[in-house]
C-alpha cells in the first residue's frame, strides 16, 4: 500500500518537473464538528469528502494542459489510524492519437486505495446517493473509459482478488492469529452515459460484488429530464429518477423533482429503500447576497416513522477570493443525521480552500 502511494506521488512530482504546460487544483476543507447527544458533548474533526463526514479532506489535480494525463491524490487525515491517502493516474490515448481538440477519448488508469463510482444520469440535489454503484473501499483497480464528447460515455473497472496473510479472531478463544485469506475480493463495474441532447441524460450501471458485498451483482439505470436547459431558458426545471436493483438484498428507487433560478433553487426526494423506508427530502438554497449561501433542508429516513427519524438543518457559508468559511446546524432525531454521522444537535464551523 505505502509503496503504491509513494509511486503515485514520485508520478505526479515527476511529471511536473518534465512536462510542461502542467496545472494544479484542488481544495482542502477542514472544521469541527460539536455534537450533542443524550446530555453529552462530543467534538471531532469535520470535512464533507463525500463519504465520511468525520474526516478532514484534502484533493489535489495535477494535469496537463492538454488534458493526456491526470493524476488524482485524494485524502483523509486523522488524528488516529483511520486517516488515508488515494491515487489515481489516467492517461488519454484517444487525444494522444487524434489530437488534443478531438472529441474522441480512450482512457486507461490504475487507483490505489481508492473506489470507482459508475457514471451517474441522476440529478442528485440531496446528497443521499440512493442511485450510487460502486466499488469497494480502500481497493486497487484498473479503469478503462471511451468517450465521444458528451455524447456518450462508457467506464469500466476491475479490481483482482488479492491474497495473502489476514489477522483474524479465533471465535472460541478470542485470539488473534495470521492466516492465508482474502485481503481484498474483487470487484468489477460498467456502465454508460449518454446525453443525445442538452437537458437529457440516460445511464446504466452494474457491479459485482462492489460496496456492499454482492455475489450476484447491482444494477442501476437513471435518467434526468432538464426542461430549462432543453428549453435554453435561465431557469432550471427538472426531474430526475433512478432505480437500483439489488440482486440479493432488494431494490431502492428514488426519484428528485428540481427548479429554480441563480438567486433561489429548491429540491424535493422521494426515495424508497430496500430496507423498506420512505425518505423524504426537501431543500432550499438561496443565493441573495453576492458571494453568501444559505441552504434550508429538511426531511426523514423513513417518513412512515417521522417522529423518529426527522431531521432538520442549515448551512452559511461566505467566500473571499477561493476560502470559504461556513456553519452547519442540524438537529435529527435518528441516531445518524442528514449532512453528519451523529444524531442528536449538531454545530459544525468549517473551512474550505480552493486553488
Do not use: C
Not at 249 to 272: H, M, P, R, S
Request: glycine share 10%; aromatic share 12%.
Amino acid at each position: 500500500m505505502k509503496k503504491i502511494l509513494a509511486l503515485v506521488l514520485v508520478i505526479s512530482l515527476v511529471s511536473a518537473s518534465v512536462f510542461a504546460g502542467v496545472s494544479f487544483s484542488g481544495s482542502a476543507t477542514a472544521g469541527f464538528q460539536f455534537n450533542y447527544d443524550e446530555e453529552n458533548w462530543e467534538t471531532h474533526l469535520y470535512g464533507d469528502d463525500g463519504d465520511d463526514t468525520d474526516t478532514a479532506s484534502v484533493n489535489l489535480s495535477i494535469a496537463d494542459d492538454n488534458g493526456l494525463w491526470t493524476v488524482l491524490l485524494e485524502g483523509t487525515p486523522a488524528l488516529d489510524s483511520s486517516g488515508s491517502l488515494a491515487g489515481d493516474v489516467t492517461v488519454d490515448f484517444g487525444k494522444m492519437i487524434f489530437g488534443a481538440d478531438s472529441p474522441f477519448s480512450l482512457t486507461a488508469g490504475m487507483a490505489a486505495n481508492d473506489r470507482s463510482t459508475t457514471l451517474r444520469a441522476y440529478s442528485n440535489q440531496s446528497g443521499k446517493s440512493f442511485d450510487r454503484v460502486r466499488t469497494a473501499d480502500n481497493g486497487y483497480f484498473a479503469t478503462l473509459g471511451f468517450a465521444y464528447g458528451d455524447l456518450v460515455q462508457v467506464q469500466a473497472a476491475l479490481a483482482p482478488k488479492l491474497t495473502g496473510k489476514v489477522t483474524v479472531e479465533d471465535p472460541v478463544s478470542k485470539e488473534e492469529k495470521t492466516v492465508d485469506g482474502t485481503i481484498y475480493r474483487g470487484d468489477f463495474t460498467a456502465s454508460a452515459l449518454v446525453t443525445p441532447v442538452d437537458g437529457i441524460a440516460v445511464s446504466v450501471d452494474y457491479v459485482l460484488n462492489g460496496e456492499d458485498d454482492q455475489d450476484n451483482g447491482i444494477f442501476g439505470a437513471a435518467a434526468d429530464i432538464n426542461i430549462g436547459k432543453l428549453l435554453g431558458t435561465d431557469f432550471t426545471a427538472g426531474v430526475s429518477v433512478a432505480d437500483r436493483y439489488n440482486f440479493e438484498k432488494g431494490n431502492d428507487f428514488a426519484v428528485t423533482v428540481y427548479g429554480g433560478i441563480d438567486l433561489i433553487e429548491v429540491a424535493v426526494e422521494y426515495a424508497y429503500t430496500k430496507d423498506e423506508a420512505h425518505s423524504l427530502y426537501a431543500g432550499i438554497d438561496l443565493n441573495l447576497i453576492d458571494n453568501l449561501g444559505i441552504g434550508l433542508y429538511t426531511g426523514a429516513d423513513d417518513v412512515t416513522d417521522y417522529e423518529n427519524t426527522y431531521y432538520v438543518g442549515t448551512d452559511i457559508s461566505y467566500t473571499y477570493t477561493n476560502i470559504t468559511f461556513g456553519l452547519g446546524l442540524e438537529y435529527a432525531e435518528a441516531a445518524a443525521g442528514f449532512n453528519y454521522d451523529n444524531g442528536g444537535l449538531n454545530i459544525v464551523p468549517y473551512v474550505s480552500v480552493a486553488w
